[in-house]
């Protein structure tokens, strides 16, 4: 009588204990991504506000007027090239342009598509 009920009781407690393993993992699991996530939040905080300051005290380009990007100089707003393979002009093919691939505006060279240097 006195086995059987250690035995069930063993049992009993080892179901407990990897219950409570189960909780630390969860509760871990939950820290863990709620760092993540405030970690995450932070550093874009961080760096929408390096951006800002950046922006407060950075001239805008003027490359581009401060827009971060210019009318694509390869296809000057055509959205495609003329490119012959083998100099010939007589199979002259309209490509799409790479530059800008056929958006018109190629994105600021010397400001990055920031508008601002
Ligand atoms: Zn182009
Ligand atoms: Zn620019």
Do not use: H
Request: charge should be positive.
């Amino acid at each position: 009588m006195e086995l059987g009920g250690g035995g069930r009781g063993a049992g009993d407690r080892a179901r407990r204990q990897l219950q409570a393993v189960g909780r630390l993992l969860a509760y871990l699991g939950g820290g863990f991504v709620l760092l993540t996530a405030a970690s995450s939040v932070t550093v874009r905080s961080l760096r929408a506000l390096s951006d800002a300051n950046q922006r407060k005290f950075a001239q805008p380009c003027g490359a581009c007027a401060g827009k971060g990007t210019y009318a694509c100089r390869l296809c000057k707003g055509s959205t495609t090239i003329e490119w012959s393979p083998m100099y010939d002009p007589v199979f002259i093919n309209p490509c799409l342009c790479p530059t800008c691939d056929g958006t018109r505006a190629q994105r600021c060279l010397n400001c990055l598509g920031k508008g601002y240097a």
